[in-house]
Protein backbone atom coordinates (compact mmCIF):
# COMPACT_ATOMS: atom_id res chain seq x y z
CA UNK A 1 0.00 0.00 0.00
CA UNK A 2 1.20 3.06 -0.74
CA UNK A 3 2.19 5.76 1.37
CA UNK A 4 -0.13 9.19 1.08
CA UNK A 5 1.62 12.04 1.44
CA UNK A 6 0.62 15.78 3.14
CA UNK A 7 -2.07 16.89 0.40
CA UNK A 8 -3.85 14.32 0.72
CA UNK A 9 -2.27 12.39 -2.99
CA UNK A 10 -0.28 9.93 -3.35
CA UNK A 11 3.72 11.09 -4.29
CA UNK A 12 4.09 12.06 -7.85
CA UNK A 13 7.22 10.79 -10.16
CA UNK A 14 8.69 14.45 -9.42
CA UNK A 15 8.64 13.75 -5.32
CA UNK A 16 12.28 11.99 -5.29
CA UNK A 17 13.75 14.24 -7.37
CA UNK A 18 12.80 17.07 -5.21
CA UNK A 19 13.51 15.43 -2.15
CA UNK A 20 16.94 15.20 -3.74
CA UNK A 21 17.34 18.33 -4.72
CA UNK A 22 16.63 20.20 -1.49
CA UNK A 23 19.15 17.57 -0.05
CA UNK A 24 21.85 18.97 -2.39
CA UNK A 25 20.58 22.38 -1.91
CA UNK A 26 20.87 22.21 2.01
CA UNK A 27 24.73 20.09 1.23
CA UNK A 28 26.03 22.70 -0.77
CA UNK A 29 24.73 26.12 1.84
CA UNK A 30 26.96 23.91 4.60
CA UNK A 31 29.68 23.77 2.67
CA UNK A 32 29.51 27.15 1.47
CA UNK A 33 28.81 28.43 5.38
CA UNK A 34 32.21 25.89 5.94
CA UNK A 35 34.05 27.62 3.34
CA UNK A 36 33.23 30.97 4.59
CA UNK A 37 34.23 30.07 8.41
CA UNK A 38 37.28 28.81 7.62
CA UNK A 39 38.54 31.87 5.38
CA UNK A 40 41.51 33.17 7.61
CA UNK A 41 41.79 36.23 6.21
CA UNK A 42 39.90 38.81 4.14
CA UNK A 43 41.42 38.95 0.29
CA UNK A 44 40.89 41.77 -1.59
CA UNK A 45 38.09 41.80 -4.24
CA UNK A 46 41.04 40.87 -7.24
CA UNK A 47 42.48 38.43 -5.84
CA UNK A 48 38.81 37.20 -4.69
CA UNK A 49 37.87 36.87 -7.95
CA UNK A 50 40.89 34.83 -9.33
CA UNK A 51 41.59 32.43 -7.30
CA UNK A 52 41.70 29.14 -8.62
CA UNK A 53 38.31 28.25 -7.32
CA UNK A 54 36.85 30.43 -9.10
CA UNK A 55 38.14 29.50 -12.50
CA UNK A 56 37.63 25.81 -11.43
CA UNK A 57 34.09 27.11 -11.21
CA UNK A 58 33.78 28.79 -14.20
CA UNK A 59 35.43 25.73 -16.06
CA UNK A 60 32.28 23.31 -14.59
CA UNK A 61 29.71 25.89 -15.96
CA UNK A 62 31.25 26.60 -18.93
CA UNK A 63 31.46 22.19 -19.36
CA UNK A 64 27.75 22.57 -18.78
CA UNK A 65 26.74 25.47 -21.34
CA UNK A 66 29.62 23.61 -24.09
CA UNK A 67 27.20 20.79 -23.36
CA UNK A 68 24.26 22.36 -24.31
CA UNK A 69 25.47 23.34 -27.49
CA UNK A 70 27.12 20.74 -28.91
CA UNK A 71 25.31 17.39 -27.36
CA UNK A 72 22.59 18.08 -30.33
CA UNK A 73 25.00 18.25 -33.11
CA UNK A 74 27.56 15.72 -32.19
CA UNK A 75 25.92 13.82 -29.55
CA UNK A 76 25.75 12.11 -25.99
CA UNK A 77 28.71 10.26 -26.28
CA UNK A 78 31.53 12.05 -27.91
CA UNK A 79 29.93 15.61 -25.95
CA UNK A 80 30.42 14.00 -22.91
CA UNK A 81 34.29 11.88 -23.31
CA UNK A 82 35.66 15.38 -24.88
CA UNK A 83 34.49 17.97 -21.88
CA UNK A 84 35.28 15.38 -19.35
CA UNK A 85 38.64 15.15 -20.58
CA UNK A 86 39.18 19.06 -20.98
CA UNK A 87 37.52 19.45 -17.71
CA UNK A 88 39.75 16.82 -15.72
CA UNK A 89 42.98 17.98 -17.76
CA UNK A 90 42.45 21.81 -16.60
CA UNK A 91 42.22 20.50 -13.04
CA UNK A 92 45.23 19.05 -13.49
CA UNK A 93 45.04 15.29 -14.16
CA UNK A 94 47.32 14.18 -16.91
CA UNK A 95 45.93 13.53 -20.64
CA UNK A 96 47.07 9.83 -20.44
CA UNK A 97 44.59 8.90 -17.35
CA UNK A 98 42.21 11.64 -18.19
CA UNK A 99 41.15 10.00 -21.62
CA UNK A 100 40.69 6.41 -20.41
CA UNK A 101 38.53 7.77 -17.43
CA UNK A 102 36.05 9.57 -19.78
CA UNK A 103 35.71 7.08 -21.87
CA UNK A 104 34.81 4.49 -19.10
CA UNK A 105 32.95 7.00 -17.31
CA UNK A 106 31.08 8.30 -20.84
CA UNK A 107 30.29 4.19 -22.03
CA UNK A 108 28.83 3.12 -18.14
CA UNK A 109 26.51 6.63 -18.01
CA UNK A 110 25.15 5.24 -21.40
CA UNK A 111 24.26 2.26 -21.12
CA UNK A 112 22.86 3.01 -17.55
CA UNK A 113 21.06 5.79 -18.57
CA UNK A 114 20.76 5.11 -22.44
CA UNK A 115 20.21 1.43 -22.33
CA UNK A 116 18.81 -0.14 -18.74
CA UNK A 117 17.07 3.00 -18.02
CA UNK A 118 16.21 4.08 -21.22
CA UNK A 119 16.67 7.77 -21.24
CA UNK A 120 16.85 9.47 -24.56
CA UNK A 121 20.50 10.58 -25.43
CA UNK A 122 21.37 12.93 -27.78
CA UNK A 123 22.78 10.95 -30.87
CA UNK A 124 24.31 13.08 -32.99
CA UNK A 125 24.73 12.75 -36.79
CA UNK A 126 26.46 8.97 -36.35
CA UNK A 127 23.33 7.83 -34.29
CA UNK A 128 25.37 6.80 -30.84
Do not use: D
Not at 73 to 97: D, E, N, W, Y
Not at 109 to 127: D, K, N, Q, T
Amino acid sequence: MATRVLGGGYPGPGFFPQIHGVMLACAGLILAVQGVRKRPVRPTVRKFFWRREWLNALVVVAAVVGYLFAAPRIGFSLTMAALLTATMVVFGVPVRKALPIAILTVASMFMLFGRILRVPLPAGPWGW
